[in-house]
């Protein structure tokens, strides 16, 4: 388990991804017996399917770090932190800034992450339907992007802080 309070102006994103590789630590096995599994498909049915589990694995990695990286810009350029707090354990990755982001504000960074990984994903769909129609590389790269639009949902962290903000919102919170 990691939970760090680190100064938002030393976050890269090569650190966002090593925090996201720790993340996913929990799931090597279960990437490794997909793996297994692609590679025994592919064998018996005579096909390289085994070759496109390195695509779902970067595209898992990189649509998570997207996604984190740019709550953390959000939360750089329209609040006031200097400082958040990276919690990662086995179920959970939280970006949490130490002063309290309330209203609108809120809104804005729980939708950056899934949004920009949402229209990646239209993008690459769009890209696959004019241009490249059976690239299924394209397409699981679509999958994994598209994927974080259940962030949205109050179920997900980013949801009940859109929920949070909206509620801040309507007892007349503050809308800048």
Known sequence: MIDHTIDIQQLSFIKVVQYVCHYLKWANYL??????????VGLFINSKIWLFFPVYLVGVVLSLSIHEYMHLLV????????????????????IVPLKPIKGLLSI???????LLCTLISITLLLLRSYIMPTSISLLLLA?????????FFP?????A?????ITDLMKGGEIK
């Open 108 to 114: 804005v960074v729980a939708c950056s992450g899934p």
């Open 31 to 40: 990437f490794f017996v997909l793996f297994l599994l692609t590679v025994f």
């Open 161 to 165: 802080m859109i929920v949070k903000g």
């Open 155 to 159: 179920i997900s962290g980013d949801g």
């Open 75 to 94: 939360i750089k350029k329209i609040s006031n932190n200097r400082y958040v707090r990276i919690q990662v354990n086995w179920f959970t990755f939280e």
């Open 143 to 151: 999958v994994c992007y598209g994927f974080h639009i259940i962030s």
